[in-house]
């Protein structure tokens, strides 16, 4: 009985994903994830409900929240959500009023209580409902009892996690051993520097393959294939999280004129590249991190945000000369993963493509992300 209230769409996305998604756990006799998982938008409101609503999502930073009464809203899939200091306690609520379902906040501020924007309830910033007017002999109504519906909400360093679930593991088990192994690049005290998002055509999951294999950099990256020891890069799975290695080449006998770090200076060499399922990267670096969420916004359509931290952020990014470097470089590297991701999606809807196989060698990370598809969507 169960089945026959679940929407259509969603009885169809289950069958098909049953029917067409085998799964090998040995990547060596795995095929990949079948095309129409990139392809058909089913699938996008399946993962909505299966993967983004069970996952620790990246909604902002706590520098937006760092005195009581400061909130700001987010989307997670097509849930608004709200985040607010409450005294010490940070909080996060549906954005969702109990009345008919209006906004109780719109982007970022500070107030005391949250006033409804529709017939303006009021809640405080526990989410109890203080006021609600006019609604004087409404029976078996109890102010008392009417509470906006909380969201699980956590921190690490500079950055805030909201889960929809609230009996999903805690956001430590999904970081896995990314907190460990960067406990001295000194996260915690990195400020926000600057943000840029980039809109792609393609389904998220591309974005998210592509970044979790260093299998397509000599092809793809010629100038990052100089500054990166290839033979060395390798990707570490683990539970929910994967970390990539990609220490410097070494620097050639009488200097590299066209290489743009130097592994002998300045930890240059050291970073670790985390992921954690399904859409966050965080690439940290002694000093300096850097985030990407990726949000998908049809099944065809994606945007890829990033943030920059760092321990001492320039004055002015823009003007600063190392940081436009900096960002110069990143923005070279992502203008070539765009391309080819969006050429892989269209590729993606032809008619002779459908599954391919995964270098045993070279794309365990991306072997282990559609592990995680697999076992969140069956
Ligand atoms: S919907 Fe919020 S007060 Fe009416
Ligand atoms: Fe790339």
Not at 65 to 73: I, K
Not at 213 to 235: A, N, Q, T, W
Not at 314 to 334: G, K, M, N, Y
Not at 352 to 368: M, T
Request: some cysteine.
């Amino acid at each position: 009985m169960a089945s026959l209230q679940q929407p259509p769409v969603q009885q169809q996305a289950q069958r098909a994903v049953s029917l067409i998604f085998p799964f090998d756990p040995d990547i060596r006799r795995a095929s990949t994830v079948p095309a129409r998982l990139y392809t058909d938008p089913v699938y996008l409101e399946l993962e909505r409900e299966r993967i983004f609503a069970h996952t620790w999502q990246l909604v902002g930073r706590t520098e937006q929240v760092s005195e009581s009464g400061m909130f700001f809203t987010a989307q997670v899939g097509n849930d608004s959500i709200v985040v607010l200091r409450d005294r010490d306690t940070l909080r996060s609520f549906y954005n969702v009023c109990l009345h008919r379902a209006g906004p109780v906040a719109y982007g970022c501020g500070k107030r005391q209580t949250l006033q409804c924007k529709y017939h303006g309830w009021t809640y405080n910033l526990n989410g109890e409902l203080l006021r609600a007017p006019e609604m004087e002999g409404v029976e078996r109504f109890t102010p008392e009892d009417m509470r906006l519906r909380p969201v699980a909400v956590a921190s690490w360093g500079p950055l805030i996690f909201v889960n929809l679930d609230g009996k999903a593991p805690p956001l430590e088990e999904m970081l896995g051993t990314i907190p460990g192994r960067v406990a001295h690049f000194g996260c915690e005290s990195m400020r926000y520097v600057m943000r840029k998002e980039y809109e792609l055509a393609c389904n998220w999951k591309v974005y998210v393959d592509n970044y979790l294999e260093g299998y397509h950099i000599p092809v793809v990256h010629p100038s990052l294939h100089k500054e990166i020891d290839y033979d060395s890069y390798r990707v570490e799975p683990h539970r929910y999280s994967s970390i990539q290695h990609a220490p410097l080449r070494p620097m050639p006998a009488g200097g590299g004129a066209e290489r743009k770090y130097d592994p002998a200076k300045s930890d240059a060499g050291e970073a670790v590249y985390g992921w954690i399922f399904p859409n966050i990267m965080l690439n940290i670096y002694m000093g300096q991190m850097q985030t990407n969420v990726i949000l998908p916004v049809s099944h065809d359509r994606t945007v890829v945000a990033f943030e920059w931290f760092a321990a001492n952020p320039p004055a002015d990014p823009a003007t600063d000369p190392d940081w436009s470097r900096l960002v110069a470089f990143s923005d070279e590297i992502q203008d070539e993963d765009i391309e080819i991701c969006e050429t892989v999606q269209r590729n993606l809807r032809s008619r002779v493509y459908d599954r391919g196989r995964y270098s045993a060698k070279r794309e365990n990370g991306v072997h282990h992300f559609h592990s995680l598809l697999h076992e969140f969507l069956t």
